[in-house]
């Protein structure tokens, strides 16, 4: 099975494709989108954390669906194992975050403007796709609340007419 991993810029974004040929003559690819430009340091980690996820895509099988020990997952991820992984990365073990800690962290990167165009158009397209959300969410209620009233305003007036 021979695969490549191609980042190139698309318009305000980042976007890494991985194409697979598993079979001669059949070709399968898969897309993520990173915003702004991923250094060396950033795609090392994102090809250890969640490449597999990508791979996994690409060749339509959920993993562990394989038999042996090639399907559990190792601490890199089930595409590579430790010794694939530098040396720096053997060593430290993987360790949750402090919870108040990612918060006080997650609460300070929101507050700091967006650094680069791509993450500017990432927020406003985040922000455009809530309020549609919104909107579609607001008008399913106020048609729900419209079907609910219909029926007790027919009877109210039903009431007021008399029998």
């Known amino acids: 099975m021979r695969a490549t991993f191609t980042v ?4 305000p974004f980042w976007v890494g494709v991985l194409e697979s040929e598993p079979v001669a003559g059949q070709i399968r690819a898969a897309r993520h989108v990173f915003g702004a430009e991923p250094s060396n340091a950033e795609l090392l980690a994102y090809m250890l954390d969640r490449f597999s996820e990508l ?3 690409v060749s339509g099988a959920r993993a562990g669906s394989e038999a042996g020990a090639a399907a559990r997952p190792g601490p890199y991820g089930p595409c590579f194992s430790a010794s694939a992984a530098p040396a720096s990365l053997r060593e430290a ?4 975050p402090n919870p108040k800690r990612a918060l006080r962290e997650a609460a300070r990167d929101a507050s700091r403007p967006p650094s ?9 397209e985040r922000e455009a ?3 549609a959300a919104s909107s579609r969410a607001r008008a399913r209620r106020e048609e729900l609340a419209e079907r609910r009233f219909r029926p007790r305003a027919g009877k109210r ?4 007419r008399g029998h």
């Open 93 to 96: 073990p993987c360790r949750r």
């Open 8 to 11: 190139y810029f698309e318009g």
């Open 116 to 124: 680069t165009k791509a993450q500017a158009a990432l927020v406003a």
């Open 129 to 131: 796709f809530k309020a």
């Open 157 to 160: 007036r039903e009431k007021r």
């Open 55 to 57: 791979a996994g895509a």
